[in-house]
Antibody, heavy 121, light 110 residues
Framework: QVQLVQSGAEVKEPGASIKVSCKAS????????MHWVRQAPGQGLDWMGW????????KYAENFQGRVTMTRDTSINTAYLELSSLTSDDTAVYYC??????????????WGPGTLVTVFS | QSALTQPPSVSGSPGQSVTISCTGT?????????VSWYQQAPGTAPKLIIY???NRPSGVPDRFSGSKSGNTASLTISGLQAEDEAVYYC??????????FGGGTKLTVL
């Protein structure tokens, strides 16, 4: 069965950076994109971007261009999200989600449990 | 990319049907059939309930159905049950190969 295990909650000061990890199992990691989606407290889902797990190619949402970096390590089936220049507006739960083991690549299907990132001074 | 437009809330009594709309543009929902719906209960990750406009993953009750007309997709839940109370989100792939979500609709079962 597909499992996504994310790194633990983090507390950061404004201006700092975060790096969240997402370890995948239960499917061929390089076959599907990995997406990152965040959700601020009480708010909706905000798509941040995807990484092609095979090639490492990326596509980022305009809102995060210049501040976000998505990478992966195929030797350990793990994807990473880095976000820099944090402000209090970046306080959110950050989810990784697979792009298709369940739906043959059609959509974002399996989701990780989320990583809470809190930014405050 | 603007978010897709969903009503903030809908409600219905047990056994009734409700429909949640999701309006986009010809650059996302109207582009092709990569429209999906998710159910999110409080404190949990979203769960996929509809993909490719009309398809249900295994294990999702057939009370959940999806459709699309032009730039608007819809999720219909028939035979409402108390356990259906949650927030529902639509999403679509765009012409830029990015993804966009709706703002979410809170379903209350009266």
């Amino acid at each position: 069965q597909v499992q996504l295990v994310q790194s633990g909650a983090e507390v950061k000061e404004p201006g700092a950076s975060i790096k969240v990890s997402c370890k995948a199992s239960g499917y061929t990691f390089t076959r599907y994109y990995m997406h990152w989606v965040r959700q601020a407290p009480g708010q909706g889902l905000d798509w941040m971007g995807w990484i092609n797990s095979y090639s490492g190619g990326t596509k980022y949402a305009e809102n995060f261009q210049g501040r976000v970096t998505m990478t992966r390590d195929t030797s350990i089936n793990t994807a990473y999200l880095e976000l820099s220049s944090l402000t209090s507006d970046d306080t959110a739960v950050y989810y990784c989600a697979t792009g298709g083991p369940l739906t043959a690549g059609v959509t974002i299907d399996y989701w990780g449990p989320g990583t809470l990132v809190t930014v405050f001074s | 990319q603007s978010a897709l437009t969903q009503p903030p809330s809908v409600s219905g009594s047990p056994g009734q049907s409700v429909t949640i709309s999701c309006t986009g543009t010809s650059s996302d929902i109207g582009r092709d059939n990569r429209v999906s719906w998710y159910q999110q209960a409080p404190g949990t990750a979203p769960k996929l309930i509809i993909y490719g406009v009309t398809n249900r993953p295994s294990g999702v009750p057939d009370r959940f159905s999806g459709s699309k007309s032009g730039n608007t997709a819809s999720l219909t839940i028939s035979g409402l049950q108390a356990e259906d109370e949650a927030v529902y989100y639509c999403t679509s792939c765009t012409t830029s190969i990015t993804w966009v979500f709706g703002g979410g609709t809170k379903l209350t079962v009266l």
